[in-house]
């Protein structure tokens, strides 16, 4: 089966402009998650979907980050306006147990590493 | 509240040799415990878990950790080490009864030395 795909796997952008960001889960995953690591700091939860709906947005850092996923399938995260602080590497994973899926571990994508200057 | 402390962002060690890389956790309630994988231009791979079975846990690879709630650790170890082996490892929690996400350490790079 393929696993989790993110696209782009590299993205530099200006400060100011927008930038969105592809996670494509296992098909039939309905849990959904984004992750964060900025240069050097532990991986950050930023938040988790069930099917379309978020069931956990708590780690967003602000209101410039903006999560979708329609169709409870691939899901879009985008940024706008970026700022130097955003870069970093975003993870998605995607889990398909219900009930506590953290507690069996996901299937995490390569990431995207997301440069802003 | 979670945390995972990894001691050492760098670890180096000579092929053969053993691996211990190391993970403290603080949590008010029993926790999961993970540690990831991650090769040079891949995802994050889990490498094992412990879900308070058994406290020895092994994983692929050949590496395996232990759960000593005394010292609040879950260790990796490896006894020998592999040029294969080189890449960043994360040490997570997720909360028992009610986790949903993981709460992750800072990484450790390990490099094998031939």
């Known amino acids: 089966e393929a696993g989790v795909t993110q696209f782009p796997s590299h993205s530099v952008i200006e400060k100011g402009q927008t930038v969105t960001l592809r996670c494509d889960p296992i098909?039939?995953?309905?849990?959904l998650y984004w992750y964060r690591r900025v240069m050097g700091k532990e991986i950050k939860f930023l938040l988790h979907f069930v099917k379309e709906s978020k069931q956990d947005e708590s780690g967003m850092p602000n209101n410039r980050f903006l999560a979708e996923r329609t169709g409870g399938t691939y899901s879009t995260l985008k940024v706008q306006p970026a700022e130097l602080e955003d870069s970093g590497v975003y993870f998605c994973?995607?889990?398909?147990?219900?009930?506590?899926?953290?507690?069996?571990?996901?299937?995490f994508g390569s990431g995207t590493r997301l440069t802003v200057v | 509240a979670q945390s995972v402390t990894q001691l050492g962002s760098h670890v180096s060690v000579s092929e053969g040799a053993l691996v211990l890389l190391r993970c403290n956790y603080s949590s008010s309630v029993p926790p999961y415990l993970f540690w990831y994988v991650q090769y040079p231009n891949q995802g994050l791979q889990l490498l094992l878990k412990?879900?308070?079975?058994?406290?020895l846990v092994k994983g692929i690879n050949g590496f395996e950790a232990e759960f000593k709630k005394s010292e609040t650790s879950f260790h990796l170890t490896k006894p020998s080490a592999h040029m294969s082996d080189a890449a960043e490892y994360f040490c997570?929690?997720?909360?028992?009864?009610?986790?949903?996400?993981?709460?992750f350490g800072t990484g450790t790079s390990l490099t094998v030395i031939p």
């Open positions: 412990y879900t308070s079975a058994a406290t």
């Open positions: 994973a995607s889990s398909s147990l219900h009930g506590k899926p953290a507690n069996y571990g996901y299937t």
């Open positions: 098909s039939g995953h309905d849990n």
């Open positions: 997570a929690v997720s909360e028992m009864n009610t986790g949903n996400q993981f709460y």
